[in-house]
């Protein structure tokens, strides 16, 4: 079947996702790609299904004639024990966020962490990288902290409310960056932290509509250092806006959003999609409140 006249339908599996642009941005990517591409959330608080149906919804999904789902929070990591096969890099990672579903089976990816290396590596080719203080350990957390050590990061502080998380991320990580220091710390920690280090990574959830603020206290924060956040509604977070206003270098998260969705449409189609295009509609569409 050629590439024009092939077809997919693709699903957003997780929490709230029905206000999520990554749907549409699939969508306009492929609409000027001259693809038929249909691509639905599945909000488990809408069907009020809890994480550990991801994979009866993954079982209904290949039924139904689904090619794809993006997975989110908070089935990154429980969605590995429903899968046939996942890469090398989203075992290492611990957490899932592409399925694609062939002849019967699922096949698991992790393109956060490469988002997120791309969006780095773009936005930010200059930032050193000796030090770096990262907030939040959960999914999300474990595929950016995977992509800083991987881009040359030599000391990671992680912080997360929940210690035994932080804990059990900072060792699995070790494991496959042996040669770096990965020092799990507690929240308390962290403000007195940024005085040291070269960088501030925000993979949180502290900043978006609904968990307004600071992720932290930010006194010790001043140009000398890079800020980047993974939220992205609103992509100017109090993080981002506050980090601007002192000097610093800022990477914000729709260039993460954009850099997962980019990885994520050529594992689904095969094809390469236009980055830049793909940011300009995530802009658009944040522009346009959407």
Not at 151 to 157: D, I, R, S, Y
Request: proline share 5%; charged share 20%.
């Amino acid at each position: 079947m050629s590439t024009l006249t092939q077809s997919y339908l693709v699903g957003l599996i997780g929490d709230g996702v029905l206000p999520s642009l990554t749907p549409p941005m699939h969508e306009r990517e492929a609409d000027a790609q001259s693809l038929r591409y249909l691509y639905r959330p599945i909000d488990l608080t809408v069907l009020q299904r809890g994480a550990q149906d991801v994979g009866e919804l993954l079982k209904s999904g290949a039924e139904l004639g689904f090619n794809a789902f993006n997975i989110t929070h908070p089935c990154k990591q429980v969605v590995i024990d429903y899968l046939d096969e996942v890469s090398e890099n989203a075992t290492a990672i611990g957490a899932v966020n592409t399925v694609i579903i062939k002849d019967g089976k699922f096949f698991g990816h992790n393109t956060d962490a490469s988002g997120f290396g791309w969006a780095l590596a773009g936005g930010l080719p200059e930032a050193k990288l000796d030090k770096v203080l990262q907030l939040g350990a959960g999914g999300a957390g474990a595929a950016v902290a995977f992509a800083l050590l991987d881009a040359g990061v030599k000391e990671l502080f992680l912080s997360d409310p929940d210690t035994a998380r932080v804990a059990e991320r900072a060792a699995e990580l070790k494991t496959h960056f042996p040669h770096a220091a990965i020092v799990a710390i507690r929240p308390d920690e962290a403000p007195a932290r940024l005085a040291d280090v070269d960088g501030l990574l925000n993979a949180s959830p502290i900043g978006m509509h609904h968990h307004p603020g600071l992720p932290l206290d930010i006194s010790n924060l001043t140009s000398r250092h890079w800020v980047a956040d993974c939220v992205y509604r609103p992509v100017d977070t109090a993080l981002i806006l506050a980090a601007r206003d002192l000097g610093c270098q800022v990477l914000d998260g729709g260039n993460m959003a954009v850099g997962q969705a980019v990885d994520a449409f050529g594992i689904i189609t095969g094809l390469t999609p236009d980055a830049g295009r793909m940011r300009a509609h995530l802009l658009e569409m944040l522009e346009a409140g959407l």
